[in-house]
């Protein structure tokens, strides 16, 4: 990579990239780093960001007129109408202004080097262009869905193309809402974009490493469904449920669903279309024992890897395999319901061992 | 089960109405095993892990003898605080039970002081008493196998006269066969002696588990805690054993499917040197390791090993068959090791904090410091003990019938043993006088009657609880003995209120599915009608039937917690097993296919 302050290798990135990467690219990074099967990307940092801004609006006009509904925010931020005629303009000015020429050439070499043949990459190999604010996924605020994501993006100008977008849906009415309602500062604000390559899953699904009903640390809850992951969590769809023991890799509970809906790849133009199941599918159970025993083996080394339970986002594309080679994680963050929950330890040592059955056969603890 | 009012109960014992045809079933056992009308507002259960067949008069010894032992260790000895002991009640020929809380709290705490010593004692110097324990009772062993039972000759023999002893043989025939009834006794006392220390430790860490890991099976918290090098494994191991050297003799012919145990030895007796060695191997194993029961030892026809070879001899030919296909027949006792040290760790490192490891070492260590004892105290209690004070009891029988008394030495088991008491002073008072036993005339058709009244009761399906449920079940010894807890006793209900007439639930005790036919086996001596790959269907599987593990798919039971028997030897086994489903034996038919689910604990009717 030519620059790496602008655009760098998810390998190249950790999670304390966050300032830089933003928070999905720097988780994506951070997992990718630890050597797991994350689709292939690069990241635009928010260097990048601050230099088109940097070219397209030297003197800050934009940040101020923010500021300035800012200023009336106790008045007027819920006034949508004042806000989306300010956030239209910005939008529009980042969309359309050309890009300084070495920033563009970045922006596509690393787009062609996701690539294995160079000839793919002219031929407009598709991928997924995903907005990565700072201070997204952080715990304390959440940005969810208040930024682009596009997918299906074939060819380098496409790809810059995209990238402007995702810079300009910062000023989304909604993002813009959202920073007014909550006071968060303009100062500082920046976005990387992470671009990966398109995995088509054939079922995908969110995999749990602890118990999503009783927060049993011991056990591994997968649900999955076909197409993309976005079924489950909108609701489209009652999910494939397994429960995986954590000691023994036992497949200790399944159930599997009708499976009516499912959201598919629109390989014509961006986004997902919602289809219904083939009949013959819908039965079926998506995941094969060996590719549970993937999973459930991804999960583990996750949350090994940061150290407490996680909530992932995996797919899995192409055909059946027993050795993991089509098995993506796309996110993971830490759980948190039942870390909230927890309130200490279920017992604490004591003198003499013995001393536990007093408790318990005294009549006294529970 | 009724709903009355918000109280839900199972029958009342009053309303359980005697099975027709066997009225006088009361007659058979003392008064003292009635039920009381107040018992109406207690709750008892069948205690089918024990007694899953009616109980023949002498063999209620096996009741009345335990909860004797067990209460005293619990209630007086170490003053457990929650609860003092057992008591039961006879219905229909049936055992039901139920434990005595203790409720009040300022009664709790004054018994937990003194129970904190007495119990603190034996934990502190556990291996020490166990030791000293393993002592007394192969001391009890030795005592009961040296008593005599007299012969009451025509004549004394000289030696009464030349040491002028001055007590002639008819004396002892009451003091031998009371020293058989105290020497039972005190076995049991030193059964119990560290039974309950034993399960609390063992519910303390099973709590724990479930606590940390409210989805941990039953059966992971059992393995991590399980012995490897276990005695109730060793008989059957030296069948293994019999069966290469069976094989390196070169007489591995004779072991065939159906073969009779004294035809093999006769044949063996003629195969030179081959067979004087096999046969000296097979001499060696018997003493102590066939004194196992084929049964569980609570009842008089649970004969050893070595009165009944035609069980170890049907393992034997498998295993002769194993072992001339060069399959090993050593448990890999390593790798059973090196499992269960690898299910403690990853427990262990999925805990959330160091205190909770430090108290999960603790508690693991005091299980694993007491287990030597709850798994191998079985085999010198229950087996090796108990089959050869039945073979005394059988003995007095003998005397009994050589007396002209009974027609079978057997008879004396529809005696119960006061009755036997009298019987015994009648043939004492005819040997003195001159006279004839007046017993022939009184206790044969006595007898007769008992035994056709087993008969009929044999087939009555008790209900697995009676009485009120309780809003709490808390007896550390009946949750894990018994697998009874508050969601068994749902289980039961649902099994008396819903028609799922295609499923039987209870526990998973060993994971895996298999479908077969199932065998349903309502007594142990019925063990002999198990074919190859059949599914065992019983009320409770008892620990020697271990060479029937090798034969069957799965095992079913009624009663059973994950420490069963059936539970452990399943798992060895690598076979899926349910437990604990109250009703298996009475809604399977033999011959029926069934689907056995270990890992959700169902069985599914499949015809």
């Known amino acids: ?366 | 089960m009724d709903q009355k009012g918000d109280i839900r109960s199972f029958p009342l014992p009053s309303q359980v109405a005697d099975v027709p045809g066997a009225e006088g079933w009361r007659s058979m056992y003392p008064y003292f095993t009635r039920f009381q009308p107040e018992d109406d507002e207690r709750f008892w259960f069948y205690n089918s892990m024990h007694f899953p067949e009616p109980m023949p008069a002498f063999d209620t010894i096996t009741a009345e003898v335990p909860y004797t032992a067990i209460g005293a260790n619990t209630a007086r000895v170490f003053a457990f605080p929650t609860t003092l002991g057992i008591e039961h009640r006879i219905v229909n020929g049936r055992v039901y039970i139920t434990a005595i809380p203790v409720t009040e709290p300022a009664e709790i705490e004054r018994r937990a002081a003194i129970f904190q010593e007495r119990a603190g004692y034996y934990y502190e110097n556990w291996d020490q008493l166990y030791d000293g324990w393993k002592t007394r009772i192969q001391g009890l062993i030795g005592e009961i196998e040296a008593i005599t039972v007299p012969e009451l000759p025509e004549f004394e023999d000289i030696d009464v006269v030349k040491n002028s002893t001055g007590v002639a043989q008819n004396h002892y025939v009451r003091e031998n066969y009371h020293r058989c009834l105290d020497l039972y006794s005190k076995m049991w006392h030193h059964h119990t002696e560290f039974l309950m220390l034993g399960y609390g430790a063992y519910v303390v860490f099973f709590e724990f588990c479930k606590k940390a890991f409210p989805e941990i099976p039953d059966q992971m918290v059992a393995r991590m805690v399980a012995g490897v090098e276990v005695i109730m494994y060793r008989p059957d191991d030296e069948l293994k054993r019999l069966a290469k050297l069976a094989v390196d003799c070169g007489v591995d012919d004779l072991f065939v499917e159906g073969c009779d145990p004294a035809e093999v030895l006769d044949a063996l007796g003629k195969r030179g040197e081959a067979g004087a060695r096999w046969l000296a191997g097979f001499e060696e194993a018997r003493t102590p390791w066939f004194h196992v029961s084929t049964g569980d030892g609570f009842y008089h026809h649970h004969l050893s090993w070595n009165e009944d070879l035609s069980v170890p001899f049907a393992a034997l030919t498998r295993y002769v068959r194993k072992a001339r296909d060069g399959e090993s027949l050593v448990r890999p006792t390593e790798t059973l090791v090196q499992e269960r040290e690898s299910i403690a760790a990853e427990y262990r490192d999925l805990l959330a904090s160091e205190e909770e490891r430090a108290a999960f070492d603790q508690m693991l260590g005091l299980c694993r410091l007491v287990f030597p004892y709850v798994e191998d105290h079985k085999f010198y209690c229950e087996h090796w003990f108990t089959t050869r004070f039945f073979q005394k009891i059988r003995a007095f029988g003998e005397l009994l019938r050589r007396q002209g008394v009974l027609d079978e030495a057997d008879d004396v088991f529809q005696l119960h043993h006061t009755e036997v008491d009298a019987a015994l002073a009648d043939v004492m008072l005819a040997w003195a006088s001159g006279g004839r036993p007046l017993g022939a005339a009184h206790l044969r058709p006595i007898i007769a009657e008992r035994k056709r009244m087993l008969g009929v009761l044999r087939d009555w399906s008790p209900p697995p609880a009676l009485g009120p449920v309780p809003e709490a079940l808390n007896d550390p010894a009946v949750k894990m003995l018994w697998g009874i807890t508050a969601e068994t006793i749902e289980t039961w209900s649902r099994a008396s209120d819903e028609l799922d007439e295609k499923e039987v639930h209870g526990y998973g005790a060993s994971p895996g599915v298999v479908e077969g036919t199932a065998r349903v086996l309502k007594d142990v001596n019925e063990i002999g009608q198990i074919r190859e790959g059949e599914i065992l269907v019983c009320p409770v599987t008892a620990p020697s039937w271990g060479p029937v593990f090798g034969k069957i798919k799965a095992a079913v039971s009624d009663i059973g917690g994950t420490m069963s028997h059936a539970a452990i030897v399943a798992r060895e086994y690598g076979m899926p097993a349910v437990v604990g489903t109250g009703q298996a034996t009475k809604r399977i038919k033999t011959g029926q296919r069934v689907r056995v689910d270990g890992d959700r604990g169902v069985v599914r009717l499949l015809d």
């Open chain 1, 1 to 366: 990579m030519t620059n790496p302050y602008l655009v760098r290798s998810l390998a190249d990135i950790g999670i304390d990239d966050r300032p830089t990467a933003g928070g999905k690219g720097a988780s994506l990074g951070e997992l990718t780093r630890a050597g797991l099967r994350v689709p292939p990307g690069c990241l635009v940092t928010t260097s990048a960001f601050e230099r088109a801004v940097q070219a397209l609006d030297p003197a800050g006009a934009i940040r101020r007129e923010i500021e300035s509904l800012a200023a009336d925010a106790a008045d007027d931020a819920d006034d949508y109408a004042a806000v989306a005629r300010v956030t239209a303009d910005i939008r529009r000015r980042i969309e359309m202004a050309a890009l300084p020429e070495d920033l563009c050439a970045a922006i596509a070499e690393g787009y062609r080097a996701l690539h294995r043949e160079p000839d793919d990459a002219d031929a407009g190999a598709p991928v997924a262009v995903r907005s990565s604010a700072t201070g997204e996924d952080s715990g304390d605020a959440s940005f969810a869905g208040l930024q682009d994501t596009y997918l299906w993006v074939r060819g380098a100008d496409a790809v810059v193309d995209h990238v402007r977008r995702c810079w300009a849906s910062l000023y989304s009415v909604e993002s813009v809402s959202y920073r007014l309602r909550r006071n968060l500062p303009e100062r500082g604000l920046a976005m990387a974009v992470v671009i990966q390559r398109m995995v088509d899953p054939r079922c995908s699904g969110v995999m749990f490493t602890r118990s999503p009903s009783t927060g049993d640390r011991s056990v591994i809850a997968i649900e999955a469904s076909w197409g993309l992951g976005s079924a489950i969590v909108s609701g489209d769809v009652t999910p494939d449920t397994y429960v995986v023991s954590k000691v023994t890799g036992e497949i200790v509970k399944r159930s599997v669903s009708s499976k009516l809906r499912q959201h598919r790849m629109n390989p014509g133009g961006a986004g997902a279309v919602d289809e219904a199941v083939p009949a013959d599918l819908q039965d079926r159970p998506c995941l094969s024992d060996d590719e549970i025993r993937l999973l459930a083996d991804l999960g583990r080394r996750v949350e090994n890897h940061y150290g407490a339970p996680q909530d992932i986002e995996w797919a899995i594309s192409g055909a059946a395999t027993n050795t993991g080679e089509n098995v993506f994680v796309l996110q993971s963050r830490p759980e948190t319901v039942w870390a909230g929950r927890e309130k200490g330890p279920v017992a604490m040592p004591k003198g003499k061992a013995f001393q536990h059955v007093f408790d318990r056969l005294g009549g006294a603890a529970r």
